[in-house]
């Protein structure tokens, strides 16, 4: 059974940084796709960013490019979200989400195994 579990959230000053982990189990992610997802009260689950867990390719929306970056350790069977220059809008609950398939994908309905999440709160 896939397990994700993401670490790291918190409080955090605007222009700061924050680092997420995503750690997976319950099989091998060859063939996958890690995403990260976030959603905000009241809102939608938004795309944050993918990469291939062999290729490590990313995939960003323009959002985000520049200041978020995702990596990840196949060693340690993690991903990263490395977030630098936060904003108060960045406050959400941050998800990591995994799904097979070769094309980058968007929307939170293409993933199939979700995280249980992990708040980021940025203060102005």
């Known amino acids: 059974q896939v397990q994700l579990v993401e670490s790291g959230g918190g409080l955090v000053q605007a222009g700061g940084s924050l680092r997420l982990s995503c750690e997976a189990s319950?099989?091998?992610?060859?063939?996958?796709?890690m995403g990260w997802f976030r959603q905000a009260p009241g809102k939608e689950r938004d795309f944050v960013g993918a990469i291939g867990w062999i290729s490590g390719n990313t995939y960003y929306p323009d959002s985000v490019k520049g200041r978020f970056t995702i990596s990840r350790d196949t060693d340690k069977n993690t991903i990263y979200l490395q977030m630098n220059s936060l904003k108060p809008e960045d406050t959400a609950v941050y998800y990591c989400a995994a799904r097979t398939g070769n094309l980058w994908r968007k929307e939170a309905r293409w993933y199939d195994y979700w995280g249980q999440g992990t708040q980021v709160t940025v203060s102005s």
């Open positions: 319950g099989r091998a992610f060859s063939g996958y796709q």
